[in-house]
């Protein structure tokens, strides 16, 4: 996974999340790309090697990857190199030597589209060689779901590949009924409003996207019994989408079996940048691990946690480190506007002030600091938590306001699919408290019944903020 993954993750996420916690039954679907010309390009060059003599029985994530940008390398060839030379003249060698690479590369193109072929048809050595990518990858990938506190899991993965042999009687459905034409050998369906016709299979018998795009509408709807199917997807996929849902309602794959039709959202969102306004990636222009990612973001939080809790033991502090950094990174990500792109900055992420993911942990710490210093001061904060509340400070009657808010929040960002909306409430809440916490003393209190209202307001701000957060998935931490 590289950073550009970092999205559809934490976004997903947080959306199945928030329709779970409004009580709608969720079933999670991972669409992984492992049935795609990408992945047959690998297999493709994993079978060469074996046929060599080259075992690849032992081969790595890492391994795979540099398999990959060969093969990527080898099917592209050197197009522009060749213009350039025929446009301004060259040595006769090189052009030779451009002209074969060119030709070399279209062979290794036709043989990798060739291989997918086989690979969607069946066949055996094929798909076995593409298993054995797919463990490891899927393998890598789960292990980082799990790390940014995702319930994605192996159960939730439901990748291309799942739809393999719904795919031919699916675009037969569709020639029999006439919903799909001819086109130069090749199938596609005319979608009402959208010039582009939405391409189902290729000339060479190849299905596409958008045939698994509508094989998995009709799963989802007529097996899962799903009424409301949100796409999590970058925004750059819009007319794919618009194609593919203005071709399953066509083709009726949207209606239920009692008739009702089921809503398609594309929850498009926007891109993860640099600081130089391109998509993130490392100095080399690579696009960054998101593994590399995660690993920085803990060891600048664990500097920061050790900077202001220097006597803390390494083993405490470094489950807090990760725990921060996750929020950090996730929190930055889901208060963005769905829809936008931004600009990836550790030092905004971690900051311990401001509209950040350590700020909220940090609110919630203050407020179990509270009820640990209660208790061994002896005071009973159960008892507390049925005594009246007593508002007469503006900051209360504001915290308590804000408090009010969260049901109404709760609906409008689950309907939205904007996690955003409740990542702006969970910062009023911690802003709110913090001014409440600055202006009115809560055991340094002379009254008991103005004490006790406080603690009780003390205790709501914890457990709301406490709930936002874990529909979020954002991990919180007792100390910081």
Known sequence: MHVGHLRSTVLGDAIARLSERMGHTVKRQSHVGDWGLPIAMVVQKLVELEDSGESTETITLDTLNAHYKAAQAECKGELVALKTIKKYGSHPKALVECELRVENAGENMERAKSRLVALQSGDGRSVKVWQRIYDITMTECLATCARLHTKITDEHSAGESTYREELAPLVQDLVDRKIAREDDGALVIDVEGIKAPCLIRKRDGGFLYATTDLAAIKRRVSKLGGDRLVYCVDARQGLHFKQVFG????????????????QLEHAAFGMVMGDNGKPFATRSGESAKLSDLLDEAVTRADAAVAEKNPDMPVSERKPIAEAVAMA????????TERIKDYVFSFDRMLAFEGDTGPYLLYALVRIQSIFRKAEAAGIDANAAMSAPFILEDPAEKSLALT??????????????????????YSYELASGFSSFFDKCPVLRNDDPASQASRLRLCDLTRRVLSDALETLGIPTVERM
């Open 247 to 262: 071709a399953a309602q066509k083709a009726g794959y949207d209606k239920k079996p009692d008739g009702s039709v089921a």
């Open 328 to 335: 950090a990174i996730k929190y930055t990500d889901l208060s």
């Open 403 to 424: 408090l009010l808010k969260y049901p109404r929040t709760l609906a409008s960002t689950t309907e939205a699919s904007e996690p955003s909306r409740l990542c702006a």
